[in-house]
């Protein structure tokens, strides 16, 4: 009796799966309505006010009423089926996302081009404890993704989730057995650097005087002019009003019109300030940075707050400023250049309003470190320095010959004392325009009545231009541009043999570095 032949089944790999498409929030539906009837609240208070003006409140109960009924009915059915048709995936290559009624549009960005994933919360959203998850991918453009909304939860797990899948692509990349260590760090351990509160934000606000609420009210009064009592435009009335106006302080004497000249100027002075107090406190509320395992993390605002973290390794340089008040004070912004994008812009500021010694901190956890006593310092060339007082000048010397020959003799003289003034404060302000170059950092200092610093390290460094126009190539100097991933970083006036050493100097460490295992090993 012969065996039977056994047949030999063989494991095939199966098909990777695609990923599960998922919704955002059932409560995401209910604030798109809520935020697009907001809009139409303005026009329907007008068309309401219009028909009550003519009397006719028949007309606004069985028109009106039904009418803004079915507008608000369509505007949810309209959310409800933008929310169902929008769909996103997380897949193991990259995130796709899906949505359109009648047409449909699909995206998807691969992880490696995500620079950074932040949460906003505007003041509706939050009320219904939603989250608006914005993927960064530093393209600009309004070519960012986001998904909108998701609850708190659902949208801190996937940040992360998007991080660690970045982090491992990045991991096989550059061939490391590890993807990053921020995978393996399962809680975050934060560490803070810096924080305002109530106090510090008013005396920020301060600073921040601000008069924009006026050309908010005029822009109100140009929109919806037509619901004034009087015609806005009216010029002859305007001028009989202050003349009307003018005899009365006139009959009241010079006291009573000097004091209502120093009410009127302090009223609109409180006004600057509140303005730029409460702005400052929308903005900046409850700001906390923190250095936790996965970079630095910022969160601010009241009625939007943002959650925004940043890894180390995207920093690509610092830059520190101040305002001609603020440094008398002892005042100054950090920001960080970065490849990522905040609101439109690649610097991110992590210290709005800090003393130096709170600044310090922060750049030393960032990787760089301030320029001490030992740096050795280059001015700009003295001949640019000459060339620029001249060109500054040149402008007001040049309004000078129309003003000698229509007006008369003596006005001459107020553009030759600003072209004398504006050649005075160039050349005093070369002493405080200058550079430092050492084996790791470049620094560079401007500013003579509010001096902003750059800090840039050479690893990080891209590229290195010399650029010469007609004068500076006759003149023997020439502007160094370091290429910088998120930002600019321009010295003038560099003699151009000392150009040529720092270029040489540059290139030489971005040659020597590997840029695949930049990230890895700076993280």
């Known amino acids: 009796m012969s065996a039977v032949p056994t047949e030999r089944i063989e494991d095939t790999p199966s098909e990777p799966q695609a990923p599960a498409a998922l919704r955002t929030d059932p409560k995401s539906f209910i604030v798109r309505g809520i935020a697009i009837l907001s ?13 009550l003006d003519d009397g006719d409140v028949s007309t606004l109960l069985w028109f009106a009423v039904p009418a803004v009924t079915a507008i608000i009915g369509v505007n949810f059915l309209f959310a409800y089926l933008s929310w169902s048709r ?5 897949g193991d290559q990259d995130i796709r996302v899906e949505s359109g009624i009648l047409s449909r549009a699909a995206r998807s960005v691969p992880y490696e081009r995500i620079q950074d994933v932040s949460l ?3 003041l509706l959203p939050r009320l219904f404890g939603l989250v608006e998850v914005k993927f960064e991918t530093g393209s600009g453009g309004g070519d960012d993704l986001s998904l909108t909304y998701l609850s708190g939860d659902e949208g801190e797990r996937l940040r992360q989730v998007i991080r660690e899948r970045r982090a491992g692509q990045a991991g096989v990349a550059t061939g490391t057995s590890d993807a990053s260590e921020e995978t393996q760090v399962a809680d975050e351990t934060a560490r803070s650097l810096f924080a305002m509160g109530p106090r510090r934000l008013a005396i920020f606000g301060t600073f921040e005087f601000s008069l924009a609420v006026f050309a908010v009210l ?5 929109q919806f002019d037509f619901l004034l009592p009087f015609d806005l435009w009216d010029f002859d009335a305007w001028e009989g009003r202050i003349n009307g106006q003018s005899a009365v302080l006139a009959s009241l004497g010079v006291g009573a019109q000097i004091i209502g000249g120093i009410i009127a100027t302090i009223s609109l002075l409180v006004v600057g300030f509140a303005t730029g107090i409460v702005r400052t406190f929308l903005r900046e509320w409850d700001f906390l940075l923190e250095k936790t395992a996965r970079g630095f993390r910022r969160r601010r605002g009241l009625l ?5 973290v940043m890894p180390v390794h995207r920093v690509q340089g610092i830059k520190i400023g101040t305002g001609f008040l603020r440094y008398r004070f002892g005042w100054h912004n950090l920001r960080f250049v970065s490849l990522a994008q905040d609101a439109g812009a690649s610097n991110h500021v992590v210290a709005p309003f800090a003393k130096i010694d709170e600044i310090a901190p922060i750049v030393a956890a960032a990787g760089f470190r301030m320029p001490g006593d030992e740096e050795e310092w280059h001015r700009a060339s003295e001949r640019y320095r000459f060339d620029s007082a001249l060109v500054d000048a040149a402008f007001f010397l040049v309004a000078a010959i129309p003003v ?11 553009p030759l004392a600003l072209a004398a003034l504006a050649a005075t404060v160039n ?6 325009h200058r550079h430092a170059v050492d084996d790791d950092q470049i620094f560079a200092t401007k500013g003579l009545l509010a001096p902003r610093s750059q800090i840039s390290t050479r690893l990080k460094l891209h590229s290195v231009e010399i650029s010469r126009g007609p004068i500076a190539q006759r003149r023997g100097y020439a502007t160094l541009h370091l290429g910088l991933a998120g930002g600019e970083f321009s010295i003038p006036g560099v003699p151009i043999a000392r150009a040529l050493e720092l270029r040489d100097a540059v290139l030489e460490t971005i040659t020597a570095t590997d840029f695949s295992q930049l990230e890895a090993g700076h993280s």
């Open 404 to 414: 000698a020959i229509f007006a008369p003799a003596p006005f001459v003289v107020i």
């Open 86 to 90: 929008l769909t996103y995936a997380v």
């Open 39 to 51: 809009q139409l609240v303005i026009p329907l208070a007008i068309a309401s006010f219009t028909i």
């Open 120 to 122: 906003e919360q505007k």
């Open 427 to 432: 050349i005093f302000a070369w002493h405080f």
């Open 304 to 308: 939007t707050k943002t959650d925004v």
């Open 218 to 222: 005029l822009g109100l009064t140009q």
